[in-house]
């Protein structure tokens, strides 16, 4: 039950995309396509924002999109915004009723 | 709406024990399965439990086997984590949140549980 690795930073100025990494193996994120996404401000609880690699639940804005590559899952946010700065988690199903989070990635807009 | 408001949380010395519950209104709890997710002062997510819909599954985060056990009154539209022989690393907030589609779509606000002398 090894984290997933996730830059800790990444940053944008408003109306760039940026993308943002999760890397596991083949147990984790190669192995399912159940990888989310969650963004969460300060002192607040998180929000899911990306289930299923790449879908969006209602109210999401689709400026966020999610994809992956082998055992790499990735999350771009399009045009940033002001709100868009938050931290950023990945997750996903290690088998077995098992989950594994990534270390979050602070994103700045600047 | 969904809502998940967890209690229970408070100061413990180092192997005592403590119950969190968390109740759940706006949905048909014993539809959908449930975790618990905590997050250490300055740090991560990190996945503690699952619970299945009706109870008769559960699994555990290697850090908490065997110390912690997560249950569920579906009657009392409830979920529990029972903690024991709490360490000083256990100290975090403590979530629950709400299963569906393979991730976790609705989240409490969450209860801190301090584990000091």
């Known amino acids: 039950q090894s984290a997933l690795t996730q830059p800790p930073s990444a940053s944008g100025s408003p109306g760039q995309s940026v993308a943002i990494s999760c890397t596991g193996t083949?147990?984790?994120?190669?192995?399912?396509?159940?990888v989310s996404w969650y963004q969460q401000h300060p002192g607040k609880a998180p929000k899911l924002m990306i289930y299923e690699v790449s879908k969006r639940p209602s109210g999401v804005p689709d400026r966020f999109s999610g994809s992956k590559s082998g055992n790499t899952a990735s999350l771009t946010v399009s045009g940033l915004q002001a709100e868009d700065e938050a931290d950023y988690y990945c997750?996903?199903?290690?088998?077995?009723?098992?989950?594994?989070f990534g270390g979050g990635t602070k994103l700045t807009v600047l | 709406e969904v809502q998940l408001v967890e209690s229970g949380g408070g100061l413990v010395q180092p192997g005592g024990s403590l119950r969190l519950s968390c109740a759940a209104s706006g949905f048909t709890f014993r539809t959908y399965w449930m975790r618990w997710v905590r997050q250490a002062p300055g740090e991560g997510l990190v996945w503690v439990s699952h619970i299945n819909d009706d109870g008769s599954r559960t699994t555990y985060a290697d850090s908490v086997r065997g110390r912690f056990t997560i249950s569920r009154d579906n009657a009392k539209n409830t979920l529990y984590l029972q903690m024991n022989s709490l360490r000083v690393e256990d100290t975090a907030v403590y979530y629950c949140a709400r299963g569906n589609y393979r991730a976790l779509d609705s989240w409490g606000q969450g209860t801190l549980v301090t584990v000091s002398s």
């Open positions: 997750s996903s199903d290690a088998g077995s009723d098992t989950w594994v």
């Open positions: 083949s147990g984790d994120v190669g192995g399912y396509n159940y």
